[in-house]
């Protein structure tokens, strides 16, 4: 357990063991390379001061190294520029692991909030299945064909655990992926420097990866149909030629600005959709693309989308936590220390005192409606001018 641990949270931190040595060495705890890896690989295990040093290093607390086993995730793609190097790879997904696993502690402190409908995987071959996979999330979620406000938290709010990687360090060469979290719960990773409609189009193709099971494809054909797949999503099919028209000579790029901002897709997605349905030729998609290089839009596009891509569900399950006593202040500060809910949130009344308050409440309330029942007594003329009934009055017809 601590072997997995400690390389989880090394790869994590972006130290490569070299590193993490040196770093212990400066702070009087001699240690080679080699004995971490030991430490690694479960041959040996560390010493209570070397798990000390450990922590405070790689920035955990030293009973992380003791929590249960890491998650068993599959991941099913990874998209970036060869430039990124396997360290970086690893240490983003190792952070994507450790984010999960604060998200599935929270599902099991909240275990109401636990839901998880995505779709089994199906088999796709062509772009057509791709469209249809498309369709058939839109309609299992109940999305008909409007715009998505927000695919982020449409996909957080049907079970997937979303997480964006801020490290200035990989914007330009780290796009996204997706994993499966003991084979069902989709774990989808996004760059979270990039501009929104780059991140939405990003999630769209790593939902495609997880709903569509292209694994005995050619990488680059399953990378297309995902490709399909994502655009399909975000705008389905039925709408493409509804926008622009069956067939089409040219576009004009104020046109697809226009439709960047009614459906958070890019300029450069619209214009790559259009070609994939027909509506323009190559030769007039080729044309387009290189006025985008001219404009030097290809990597940043002039007008921002209004979709909200950034994920909130851990955050929200934190604090709802936390507000219903189910955790301390520490344990929400640890399970998600960028939400500042240590400075924020009220602490949780004791179980005592909150009986105490309803009680409180509920005498007010009763107070309130004896005060409101005597001033209507008091002004109501139906209520007070009536004639007093005698002995008499009160035996009529009852003897």
Known sequence: ??????????????????????R???????????ALSNYELGKRRPAAS??????????????????????????????????????WSERIK????????????????????DRLDFPRRRSVQTEADA?????????????????????????????????AI?????????????????GRRPLLVLNGQLPCDHRRFNLAHAIGHVVMDSDELPAKIAEGLAQRFASSLLVPPALVKGELGEHRRNLSLHELAMLKRRYGMSMAAWLYTARAHGVITELSYAALWAEFGRRGWKDCEPLACDSH?????????????????LIDRGEAHALCPESDVVGVAPEPLPASKLRGAIREERRQRLLAVADAAATEYETNSDLTDCEACGKDDLSDGYG
Not at 316 to 321: D, E, I, S, V
């Open 1 to 22: 357990m601590i072997a997995q641990r400690l390389k989880q949270a090394r790869l994590a931190s972006g130290l490569s063991l070299a590193e993490l040595a040196e």
């Open 24 to 34: 212990l060495t400066a702070s009087d705890i001699p240690i080679t390379r080699a």
């Open 50 to 87: 070397v798990v000390r040093g450990l922590s405070k290093e790689l920035g955990v607390a030293p009973g992380y190294f003791l929590d249960a086993e890491p998650l068993a995730i599959s991941w099913l793609s990874f998209r970036c520029c060869s430039r990124l190097g396997k360290l």
């Open 94 to 113: 190792a952070r994507a692991e450790q984010i999960a696993e604060k998200a599935s502690r929270l599902f099991d402190i909240v275990p109401t909030a």
């Open 131 to 163: 469209d249809q996979a498309a369709s058939a999330l839109r309609q299992a979620w109940g999305l008909g064909i409007a715009p998505i406000l927000s695919l982020c938290q449409t996909a957080e709010a049907h079970g997937a655990i979303v997480v």
């Open 166 to 182: 801020d490290d200035v360090a990989c914007v330009d060469n780290f796009a996204g992926f997706a994993g499966l979290i003991h």
């Open 309 to 325: 891509e950034e994920p909130t569900r851990l955050r929200q399950l934190t604090m709802r936590a936390l507000a219903e006593g």
